[in-house]
């Protein structure tokens, strides 16, 4: 062989492990590139997952605060509509009331106490009733003491916010 030969012979032969070496290279580096890119997918779908359910909790708290928009409370406008309003849950559940009248109660605030007395179920259907009137309401004390008969006696305070 000749000089010309073996330097072309060494030219190819640093080409072709140039190549081979580089090809190593890329393949390692696409599999870096893969393994990048799968973690970007999952990141991706979990990252789609929370903005979902954050999109759900944001139109659950939409339809809430609907609700909450539609739903009016209203003050009594006198003494007599707030006892009224007390004593007709009372006789709509059938306790007979013995006595209503003025109650103390914080400032701002108008207080009634109810004595009642009846059957004890009619006393607690009572008390769902005056939750959902539709004035602001407040049962500020309460006692109940049953009878030999089965039925309940006892003393309610409800207190309300009368308008001025």
């Not at 580089?22 to 997918?41: A, I």
């Not at 109810?114 to 009137?133: A, E, I, M």
């Not at 539709?134 to 006892?154: C, F, N, Q």
């Amino acid at each position: 062989m000749t000089r010309r030969d073996t330097i072309l012979f060494l030219i190819i032969l640093l080409i072709s492990v140039g190549m081979i070496a580089g090809s190593f290279f890329l393949m390692k580096k696409t599999e870096e590139l893969r393994s990048v890119e799968n973690s970007l997918r999952v990141q991706k779908k979990q990252t789609e997952l929370q903005i979902d359910e954050k999109l759900r909790q944001i139109e659950v708290y939409k339809k809430a605060i609907a609700r909450l928009e539609r739903y009016q409370i209203e003050l009594p406008e006198n003494e007599v509509a707030f006892y009224s309003w007390v004593q007709q849950k009372l006789t709509d559940n059938g306790l007979r009331s013995d006595m209503v009248k003025p109650s103390s109660s914080k400032e701002g605030r108008n207080g009634v106490q109810v004595d009642f007395q009846g059957p004890y179920y009619s006393f607690v259907r009572t008390l769902s009733d005056w939750r959902n009137l539709k004035i602001a309401l407040r049962l500020s004390s309460v006692r109940i003491e049953a009878m030999d008969d089965g039925g309940a006696k006892g003393i309610a305070i409800v207190e309300s916010v009368i308008v001025k």
